[in-house]
């Protein structure tokens, strides 16, 4: 949170500058009754009346000056949520594939909008509240010591008794915070889960699991939030205490004062004032600094996403990609027994075998998303290291059988947001046949066919000619005159270099692979 308010200067300068003006009105609105008190009490209208008009004056200026911040302040947290988003998306996009796989993505979203919720009215409100009040709590001690030393003597005691309350809810605060987030990111991960599996509900007349099941979860969220609250309840309630103490204890001694004529009358209009504001400040003080410090649970957490150094190296095919004796694991299991083989850039490759002989598994090692090998890969002739192959995702695009679709435009879809994209459309997909570019896809193209999504797909694999195009029966949901119609011309594609998983082959377009490679079990 540190880090975040020291990268914008002049945007916390302004918001302290605020909080200074704010501080001072209040104090000055305080310390005025006394003088107005004292003005009534030796019968001065002027100064009984002018004590008022100023502090009406100052109400106002404290009134727009809260207006000010508050905008000020709003506009700087959703600063910082939005550059906490991007930090947090550039080190998804930094990160080792299989590092970041480790965790349900439904996590990730819980890190973007629950995260940040908490971000917000924990980290940057409470780092301003606290300066606030510390600012508040020393200028009514200066007043507070032109009435009388004791009262301040008094007063510095018990709130050095306030301070120390805080401190003993600090670990357990903590700790119920981390199990909060914890929480959170379980809840948002099951019940996506729930809902991509509806139809399975909805088919089979299960619609009560369903429903119960969100209850269940939902009761784990409730109980959470109960024990969030709970926990910064009873630090609150405990400092109330010895802030209601401190205000009658308090009263009685500026009572004192004033009968053998130590103090104004006056003083003793506002020591109540002053009182309450110190026990509150000093107590909002020790609460927000628990809130505040909590904060660091969440970018503890976006710190454990490590860089994968070598994901910045561009790798590219320019002869070939050679390898030798690979075998591939999947947690510990070899999939892929040991095969090798060289794929010359602008060739076409047919890769077969049996159910189970790890051809997904082969595809998935090519394209970076597992580095669980033993062998050689070789890349124009130069060996890559482990940490390198991962980084073969660079020169390849992996079109799965089922691949998925945004919530965007058809071309969006096709060229990633990439503006700089010329798509020019193979008659051969037949696209336009069911849509135009700037059609919407909804619910990641959920109303659209297996075999019309397929097609969206080859379009997006074909905006990379330059890459070596893995397709994993991705025509497997076409009807066989489109899907020979299609696979005729990628394979007759020069420019392309393609490794095409298939279970059968397409007769009249057989010959149009340079090579089969062959998995066995």
């Given amino acids: 949170m540190k880090q975040k308010l020291l990268q914008h200067p002049s945007k916390v300068m302004i918001l302290l500058v605020l909080v200074i003006i704010k501080s001072l009105l209040t104090v000055a609105n305080i310390a005025i009754i006394a003088f107005a008190i004292d003005g009534l009490v030796a019968l001065n209208a002027w100064q009984f009346v002018g004590a008022l008009a100023i502090r009406f004056a100052m109400q106002g200026i404290l009134s727009y000056s809260d207006f000010l911040f508050s905008v000020q302040q709003e506009k700087f947290i959703q600063l910082v949520n939005t550059e906490l988003r991007e930090e947090i998306a550039e080190k998804l996009r930094k990160a080792n594939y299989m590092e970041i796989t480790k965790r349900e993505f439904p996590e990730y979203v819980a890190w973007m909008t629950n995260d940040m919720e908490r971000i917000s009215s924990l980290g940057i409100p409470m780092f301003f509240t606290i300066t606030e009040s510390v600012l508040t709590v020393l200028l009514s001690i200066g007043v507070i010591l032109t009435y009388h030393w004791s009262i301040l003597l008094f007063l510095v005691v018990l709130i050095s008794g306030l301070l120390l309350i805080p401190k003993l809810f600090e670990p357990h605060t903590k700790k119920v915070l981390e199990s909060y987030s914890a929480t959170q990111e379980k809840f948002s991960s099951n019940v996506q889960n729930l809902l991509e599996g509806y139809s399975v509900f909805y088919a089979l007349n299960k619609m009560d699991t369903f429903k119960n099941r969100v209850q269940f979860e939902s009761g784990a969220v409730k109980d959470s939030v109960v024990r969030l609250i709970r926990a910064f309840m009873l630090s609150g309630i405990a400092s109330g205490a010895v802030n209601s103490l401190g205000q009658s204890l308090s009263a009685i001694l500026v009572g004192y004062l004033v009968v053998n ?48 150094e070598m994901l910045q190296e561009e790798l590219e095919l320019k002869d070939s990609l050679e390898l030798s004796s690979v075998e591939v694991a999947v947690n510990g299991n070899k999939i892929v027994k040991p095969t090798s083989f060289t794929i010359e850039k ?143 011309m990628i394979l007759s594609n020069p420019e392309l270099t393609v490794i095409m998983v298939t279970h059968h082959f397409i007769e009249e377009n057989r010959n149009l692979f340079d090579h089969v490679i062959q998995l066995e079990n």
């Avoid at 504001?277 to 454990?304: H, M, P, R, T, W």
């Avoid at 002739?381 to 192959?389: D, I, N, P, R």
Wanted: hydrophobic share 35%; glycine share 8%; aromatic share 8%.
């Fill in 261 to 308: 004529g130590i103090v104004s009358i006056g003083v003793m209009g506002s020591i109540g004032s002053f009182t309450g504001v110190l026990f509150g400040k000093v107590s909002l003080i020790a609460q927000n600094l628990v809130q505040y410090k909590s904060v660091q649970v969440y970018f503890d957490k976006y710190e454990s996403i490590l860089p994968d």
């Fill in 346 to 488: 602008g060739k076409k490759y047919a890769l077969v075998g049996d159910s189970g002989s790890g051809k997904s598994t082969l595809l998935h090692f090519l394209a970076g998303e597992n580095n669980d090998y033993s062998g050689e890969v070789l890349l124009d002739g130069k060996e890559l290291s482990k940490e390198q192959v991962v980084q073969l995702r660079s020169a390849i695009h992996y079109n799965p059988q089922k691949n998925h679709l945004f919530n965007a435009t058809v071309r969006e879809n096709i060229t990633l947001w990439d503006d700089t994209k010329e798509i020019s459309l193979p008659e051969e997909l037949g696209i336009q046949q069911f849509c135009q570019l700037d059609d919407a896809v909804t619910e990641h193209g959920s109303q659209l066919s297996g075999g019309q999504r397929q097609r969206i797909s080859i379009a997006r694999a074909l905006t990379q000619p330059h890459k070596i195009l893995l397709f994993d029966e991705s025509t497997a949901s076409l009807d066989m005159e489109s899907a020979a119609r299609i696979e005729k």
